[in-house]
Nanobody, 117 residues
Framework: QVQLVESGGGLVQAGGSLRLSCAASGRTIRMYAMGWFRQAPEKERELVATITWSGGTYYTDSVKGRFTISRDNAKNTVYLQMNSLKPEDTAVYYC???????????WGPGTQVTVSS
């Protein structure tokens, strides 16, 4: 099992940027599929972006062109660069990962992102 801890959240004005980091410990995530999820108040958790072990990426439609997911296997860390932030991006953002065929079994505690209008 891997431990994940998110950082980089905070309060930002609309149009601003934040970079979230997800630091992994306990084992290497080199072969893990990693993802960022978010949950806004009174809404269900939604998938934001994913990155495969080989670097393939996926983005939900609402963040395409604004968010970029990346990974640095040497640092055992995954990032989410968020640009042109909107108030509707306000949520707790979670990092998750899983080994080949495992699904997203490992989750971080989350980091709050608040975008003011």
């Amino acid at each position: 099992q891997v431990q994940l801890v998110e950082s980089g959240g905070g309060l930002v004005q609309a149009g601003g940027s934040l970079r979230l980091s997800c630091a992994a410990s306990g084992r290497t995530i080199r072969m893990y599929a990693m993802g960022w999820f978010r949950q806004a108040p009174e809404k269900e958790r939604e998938l934001v972006a994913t990155i495969t072990w080989s670097g393939g990426t996926y983005y939900t439609d609402s963040v395409k062109g604004r968010f970029t997911i990346s990974r640095d296997n040497a640092k055992n860390t995954v990032y989410l660069q968020m640009n042109s932030l909107k108030p509707e991006d306000t949520a707790v953002y979670y990092c998750a990962g899983g080994g080949p065929g495992d699904g997203y079994n490992d989750w971080g505690p989350g980091t709050q992102v608040t975008v003011s209008s």
